[in-house]
């Protein structure tokens, strides 16, 4: 008698998918980064589609093993990762739950009007921009004037 399995449902691999941090951000997940863009079943292929934050990136070839190495153990046997470049990703595509997050581990979440509008500790409006590169080619390094510490602000793509 031969086995039969089922393909699980693209409901539960997107879960599956965010539960998988990015690796240069952990508190954030690929999903809500906004870099996953499409999960589709051909045949029996699981196809998944990732749009780096810009080409170059560092870490792509680290998010790449990481949404292989995650697929693969919840039993994923065939699976595809495909890069599309355009559209270009964007910061709009960050989730607010991305947003949030980002926040809550201290960094500022990129803002329309290209700083940000608040510290991520202590919500204080007084900021100054230190440095246009931060810890991350997509960072930015500012201060509170109000409790002096020092944080990283995504910049807007």
């Known amino acids: 008698m031969t086995a039969v399995t089922t393909k699980p449902g693209l409901d539960q691999i997107w879960q599956w998918l965010d539960a998988v941090p990015d690796p240069e951000i952990p508190v954030i997940s690929l999903v809500d980064l906004g870099i996953i863009r499409d999960v589709v079943w051909q045949e029996d292929t699981l196809v998944v589609t990732v749009t780096p934050t810009y080409s170059g990136c560092p870490a792509t070839s680290i998010i790449n093993l990481d949404i292989d190495t995650a697929l693969r153990g919840h039993g994923i046997a065939k699976l595809s990762l495909k890069t599309q470049l355009a559209p270009a990703w964007t910061t709009d595509w960050i989730s607010d739950k991305g947003r949030a997050a980002l926040e809550n581990y201290g960094i500022a979440p990129p803002q329309p009007a290209g700083g940000p509008d608040r510290c991520p500790h202590c919500q204080g409006r007084n900021l100054e921009k230190l440095s246009?590169?931060?810890?991350?080619?997509?960072?930015?390094?500012?201060?509170?004037?109000?409790?002096?510490?020092?944080?990283d602000y995504f910049k807007c793509i």
Not at 138 to 149: M, N, P, S, V
Request: hydrophobic share 25%.
């Open 132 to 151: 246009q590169f931060g810890s991350t080619p997509c960072k930015a390094q500012w201060r509170c004037r109000d409790c002096l510490e020092p944080f």
